[in-house]
């Protein structure tokens, strides 16, 4: 079974700022990779997907990167609507989730 | 626009069944392009997903919960429901059920899911 392992657990980042989120996985998953961002009392959504493309409607501040076992998912210039927790899931076979980033204010 | 409701008791006794149906309006369950999917998750914890199931009835679940879980659709009702037995108190989460689509060789992720229902296993 594959693992997919997020870091760092929690991010604090002051508004404007950059941040960077990573993900890897315990053997190569190609880029079957999609990031995910949920709020407190929503449901998750998809920011990217195939590891780098944006879904529809997501801001061009979000980018994603990384093949093989390494992934990040990178915040050009934090607004604050983008502090929530993201979680990367694999589909190489079936899904599964990282355990999560938390990004918070500084 | 497609969207998902969750259905369901909120309360399961230890060692029961937990039943939930997820309802789809707005399209067709019965797309090939789509997946359909649970995932649960604790309070304050992350996203564990339970399994899904195909247009076609085909089914895969999370080796950790399989002896444990069967999905099944309705396509005459739009729907598809999960059922875990043996439940105990870890068990007990917000349960979410989602639509996955992919396209060709492209896999668009978990993009349409329902606003989750809160379920707990105590007697």
């Known amino acids: 079974e594959i693992v997919m392992t997020q870091s760092p657990a929690t991010l604090s980042v002051s508004p404007g700022e950059r941040a960077t989120l990573s993900c890897r996985a315990s053997?190569?998953?190609?880029?079957?990779l999609v990031w995910y961002q949920q709020k407190p009392g929503q449901a998750p959504r998809v920011l990217m997907y195939?590891?780098?493309t944006r879904a529809t409607g997501i801001p061009a501040r979000f980018s994603g990167s990384g093949s093989g076992t390494e992934f990040t998912l990178t915040i050009s210039s934090l607004q604050s609507e983008d502090f929530a927790v993201y979680y990367c899931?694999?589909?190489?076979?079936?899904?599964?989730f990282g355990q999560g980033t938390k990004l918070e204010i500084k | 626009q497609v969207q998902l409701q969750e259905s369901g008791p909120g309360l399961v006794k230890p060692s029961q069944t937990l039943s939930l149906t997820c309802t789809v309006s707005g399209g067709s369950i019965s797309s090939n392009y789509n997946y359909w999917s649970w995932i649960r998750q604790p309070a304050g914890k992350g996203l564990e997903w339970i399994g899904r199931?195909?247009?076609?009835?085909?089914?895969n679940y999370n080796p950790s919960l399989k002896s444990r879980v069967t999905i099944s659709v309705d396509a005459s009702k739009n729907q598809f429901s999960l059922k875990l037995s043996s439940v105990t108190a870890a068990d007990t989460a917000f349960y979410y059920c989602a639509r996955e689509t992919t396209y060709r060789f492209d896999y668009y992720g978990m993009d349409v899911w329902g606003q989750g229902t809160t379920v707990t296993v105590s007697s």
């Open positions: 899931q694999q589909y190489n076979d079936w899904p599964v």
């Open positions: 195939g590891a780098s």
């Open positions: 199931i195909s247009t076609s009835g085909s089914t």
């Open positions: 053997q190569s998953i190609s880029s079957n």
